[in-house]
């Protein structure tokens, strides 16, 4: 069950009970303060501690200064593994928050309106949101094809695929061999594509990132080393669609 409470230190906090947790955890983003937590533990969660509000409050701030710089302007480009996606004015347009989209060949042209004031956080939000909405359309098109492809070609068997906008990390899977997938993997070039691709198809054999798990990834990425290092990079990049 999911409840927002206004607790002023710090905002809004939203408290997430769930039956079979035995430990309270504390998660911090750009939008809010999350609180998860046994149904049993909920009315001795507050006051918080006075440690526990000023640590809130510096990775809030630390937040901040990270996404300070992540603004979409109109002149940003963003490329994604199949095309490029640019912003262009719209005259026609009336409604602010209202887009349109064309994609010709590898571009996506993005429409708005010109009475929009781009850098405001409510346009940035829309505009990542639609963008979410068209990176989901893409991956789940594009990346269950693709992960059959790499475990019929490296010898791996999953049970199944989903496609998600975990924006924390780019796939994850059980121990049931069922792979999640993060829709934000379509703005990676392919070859980065394959390699988290297969980091997730590895797990289906090893759980954990030991010896045996680098082993496998070296036998089919040689370069693993340096793929591991863009990926970071381009991790960062991604960041502007994602907060
Ligand atoms: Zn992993």
């Known amino acids: ?22 430990r309270t955890t504390f998660s911090v983003s750009a939008q809010k303060v999350r609180i998860t937590t046994s149904p049993f533990f909920v009315n001795t969660l507050f006051p918080l501690s006075e440690e526990r509000i000023n640590w809130i409050l510096k990775t809030q701030q630390k937040l901040k200064e990270k996404y300070a710089t992540l603004t979409l302007l109109p ?10 996606i640019r912003f262009v004015p719209d005259t026609r347009l009336e ?53 059959k492809e790499n475990a019929e070609n490296y010898k791996f068997t999953f049970e199944s695929v989903r496609i998600n906008n975990a924006t924390s990390r780019w796939g994850s899977c059980s121990s049931k061999k069922r792979i999640n997938l993060s829709c934000y993997l379509m703005l990676l070039p ?8 297969v980091h997730e198809l590895c797990h289906t054999e090893q759980m954990n990132h030991g010896a045996d798990f680098k082993r496998k990834m070296k036998s ?7 793929l591991n290092k863009r990926l970071r990079e ?10």
């Open 95 to 147: 409604q602010k928050y209202v887009f349109s989209l064309r994609r010709e060949s590898d571009e996506l042209r993005v429409y708005y309106c010109t009475n929009i004031d781009f850098e405001q956080p409510k346009t940035q939000q829309s505009i990542r949101r639609i963008l979410q909405q068209v990176l989901k359309v893409e991956a789940k098109s594009f990346l269950p094809n693709r992960l």
């Open 190 to 197: 392919l070859e980065l594509i394959d390699f988290v691709l």
């Open 234 to 243: 381009e991790a960062k990049r991604a960041l502007v669609l994602k907060i």
């Open 1 to 22: 069950m999911k409840s927002i409470i206004k607790y002023p230190p710090v905002g809004d906090i939203e408290i997430c009970t769930r039956k079979n947790i035995l």
């Open 220 to 226: 089919i990425f040689p370069n693993n080393d340096l």
């Open 75 to 84: 002149t940003s480009e963003i490329k994604t593994c199949f095309f490029t």
